[in-house]
């Protein structure tokens, strides 16, 4: 099975700061990998597709870069409705498998 | 709207049996692969089964192997998924996701879009 670490686990951050949140795959994934933000009592919403395709919707400020096993997550400019859990997820192969979450709390 | 909808949680004794349904609409139902997804506070996000989008092919998560079974209606726009010799482990929310994908560059690249609501289940005696 493909593990994802994510990191780090928890990230305490103001509005206006840059975020950056990594994955890293045990082995490559041919950069098939999402990313997804889950507000408490919420079901995950997709925000970056192929490591670093923007869906449809989502605000510019996220953004998705990597290739490989080492993934990242940015938020440019953290806004107060992006303090949630952010997950990643590899789709390359099964079982398919998501990283631990990184949760973005207001400091 | 996209959307979909599962229903059918609920609280359940240590071998017993559940089945969840899960119902789309604003879409084609059966131009997509569906899949479950559990999530519980000890396991976090657990990817749980597969059916491809004319239900010929399955696939499961090894800890749900033999004892759930994925299978869906194009006719009813509905998947559901059968589980039975259910353990306190499985106690999750449970989400429907639809596949989505393309290829690129020669690979198939896929992502879950949307998710549904969820729906709780409990095993406990």
Known sequence: DIQLTQSPSFLSASVGDRVTVTCRASQGINSVLAWYQQ?????????????????????????????????????????????ATYYCQQLNSYPLTFGGGTKVEIK | ????????????????????????????LSGHWMHWVRQ?????????????????????????????????????NTVYLQMSSLRVEDTAVYYCVRDVGRSVGGIWHKWFDPWGQGTLVTVSS
């Open chain 1, 39 to 83: 507000k408490p009592g919420k079901a995950p919403t997709l925000l970056i597709y192929s490591a670093s395709n923007l869906q449809s919707g989502v605000p510019s400020r996220f953004s998705g870069s990597g290739s490989g096993t080492e993934f990242t997550l940015t938020v440019s400019s953290l806004q107060p409705e992006d303090f």
């Open chain 2, 1 to 28: 709207e996209v959307q979909v909808v599962e229903s059918g949680g609920g609280l359940v004794q240590p071998g017993g049996s559940l089945r969840l349904s899960c119902e789309a609409s604003g879409f084609a």
């Open chain 2, 40 to 76: 519980s506070p000890e396991k976090g996000l657990e990817w749980v089964s597969r059916i491809s989008s004319d239900g010929s092919s399955t696939k499961y998560a090894d800890s749900v192997e033999g004892r759930f079974t994925i299978s869906r209606d194009n006719a009813k």
